[in-house]
């Protein structure tokens, strides 16, 4: 047989397991620890399955209207998707041209190189300082737009307010994104920028905080301007983007978010009870703002910690090829219940407790 010309070679993204089982504790992919809201079951229950006959909307002006009122922007300046990777994969199509270098850090989410490969949109990482703290200053100066995670990943590091302004104020000839998926757990938002600067654009999920990843719902918020923008993007790639259950059920999630700011307490609470315990035993962690942390056992390796964790049905993450993590373990924070239980293992492999 001979060569098939033109057959696209890529190097994927490479998402965390999704092991199937009983007494499985999964901290490898940041899902949230607590059920959606009862709400989004009952509107489940209630859904009437004639009208999948149809096809969904074209603008999600439903889940647009609600989202408006609970974040204060207009709606027309709101954009979902299928997932916040569908809305950052049209950000990176609408807004990434000029053929310059776009900028995000080195150790950040690793889908942006993939996005940015796909693409053929040329980048540079900047690499975040020895305290894994994102460097301003290198994002000053050309560029072809800026991806910047806050509260970023895999760090769980945040950057106040008034750094990212700086870094948007000296950019405003580019599009610079702002991916929110963590702000329901620390952080502050960038939302206020919005008023002064029609060059941001954040991105938010309902993976994380509203507990609903096997849903496929985000968003985008931008300038009038941007939106027109994406908007032709998304009607060039897949207008329907957003199916009819997922939207009916994020509606649901957004009128209860009195009880997604209780659950979302919670997991801060653990999180720092956790990480305060691990810091007892010896390891390093990095001030989390996210419904992860960031951790370095000192005196077993990470890949034998996360060996024996997962021996124990217990699933954290763990980079071995990325050089500055290859120490390291991410652990998404499950329930209470759930870290006490990987507290304890973690002692006992540690030698620390009887087994
Ligand atoms: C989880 C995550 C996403 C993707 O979210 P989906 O809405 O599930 O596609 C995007 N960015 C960051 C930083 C994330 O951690």
Not at 30 to 51: C, G, I, W
Not at 147 to 164: Q, R
Not at 167 to 190: L, R
């Amino acid at each position: 047989m001979s060569e098939i010309k033109g057959l696209r070679q890529i190097t994927p993204y490479v998402a965390g397991q999704q092991p199937k089982g009983q007494d499985i504790i999964k901290l490898n992919t940041n899902e949230n620890a607590y059920p959606p809201s009862p709400k989004v079951a009952a509107r489940l229950e209630t859904f009437d399955t004639d009208q999948l006959r149809r096809y969904s909307s074209l603008d999600q002006s439903a889940l647009r209207t609600v989202l408006a009122q609970q974040l204060q922007v207009p709606a027309d300046q709101i954009i979902v998707g299928n997932g916040s990777d569908d809305i950052l994969s049209m950000a990176f199509l609408a807004f990434f041209n000029s053929g310059e270098p776009i900028l995000f850090p080195d150790l950040t989410y690793g889908f942006y190189k993939v996005w940015a490969d796909l693409y053929h949109i040329p980048y540079l990482e900047c690499p975040l300082d020895h305290d894994f703290k994102l460097v301003p200053e290198a994002y000053i100066g050309d560029n072809g737009g800026l991806v910047l995670t806050n509260p970023n990943a895999p760090t769980g590091l945040a950057l106040p307010l008034s750094e990212i302004e700086a870094i948007v104020a000296a950019n405003q000839e580019v599009v610079v994104i702002i991916d929110e998926a963590y702000i329901s757990f620390g952080g502050e938002t960038a939302l206020p920028l919005l008023d002064k600067y029609d060059n941001v654009f954040i991105t938010r999920t309902f993976s994380k905080d509203a507990a609903l990843a096997g849903l496929r719902v985000g968003y985008g918020i931008g300038s009038p301007k941007l939106m027109a923008v994406i908007q032709t993007v998304k009607n060039a790639v897949n207008p329907y983007n957003v199916d009819m259950l997922s939207e009916d059920l994020a509606v649901a999630a957004v009128t209860d978010w009195t009880y997604y700011e209780e659950t979302c307490r919670k997991i801060c609470q653990t999180r720092d009870w956790f990480s305060a315990e691990l810091v007892r035993l010896g390891f390093e962690v990095l001030p989390s703002q996210t419904n992860f942390i960031l951790a370095e056992p000192t005196t077993v390796s990470a890949q034998d910690l996360f060996e024996q964790l997962k021996a124990q049905g217990i699933y954290v993450r763990y980079f071995p090829t990325i050089e500055r993590l290859k120490h390291k373990l991410r652990i998404s924070i499950g329930s209470q219940t759930e870290m006490v239980r990987v507290l304890e293992v973690i002692k006992t492999q540690l030698g620390l407790t009887v087994p």
